[in-house]
């Protein structure tokens, strides 16, 4: 039978600690000076797609631009009124991005679906649930939202998910209408 051997004990290295020069000490000690910020929360307007005609059941979108530094969007589209409940609106979809649009390569790590673990993820499932980020031109009991008016608007507030984004807006109903989408961004 073969004997065991013993386990090799190492001793541990004894901890040195370093001395810092007073000055540095001191140096250390003082508040930090951090960049100067904005007194109130940084905000923006951009326009993602310009206002144009949307031919039916169709859709434009729009190569990523920067957003980075914001933290929260809150997207804008507003389209042509409608005039009847036979009308369908638009729907908008938000893509983030890690990367720019590429001639020739496109975007690399875009996603237009988020997953929020601080109250979507439930557990013992194994498949959670995605929020897609995207608004509809019905509203559950299958109305419209508004009819009538100067325009009709959705609005899509979500975190900023990459310091891309880029929006694909959708005319769903039969004839063409016009539509634009506006971001307001802020700290």
Request: charged share 20%; aromatic share 6%; net charge positive.
């Amino acid at each position: 039978m073969a004997r065991k051997s013993a386990p090799i004990r190492k001793k541990p290295t004894p901890v040195k600690l370093i001395e810092l020069p007073e000055a540095e000490l001191e140096a250390l000690r003082v508040a930090p000076i951090f960049a100067a910020t904005c007194n109130r929360a940084c905000t923006s307007v951009k326009t993602l797609i310009s206002r144009r005609v949307v031919p039916p059941r169709s859709g434009i979108g729009t190569p990523p631009i920067n957003i980075d530094g914001y933290r929260k969007l809150s997207a804008y589209l507003i389209s042509d009124p409608l005039s009847s409940t036979t009308m369908r609106g638009f729907s908008l979809r938000l893509s983030f991005s890690v990367f720019p649009f590429q001639t020739g390569i496109g975007v690399v790590g875009a996603a237009d679906c988020f997953f929020n673990f601080d109250t979507e993820c439930v557990s013992g499932v194994d498949q959670q649930r995605l929020n897609v980020l995207a608004t509809s031109d019905l509203k559950t009991n299958n109305g419209l939202p508004r009819l009538g008016g100067r325009d009709l608007a959705h609005i899509l507030h979500t975190p900023v998910l990459g310091p891309y984004v880029s929006a694909t807006m959708s005319n769903e109903d039969s004839a063409a209408r016009s539509a634009e989408v506006l971001v307001y961004l802020s700290t």
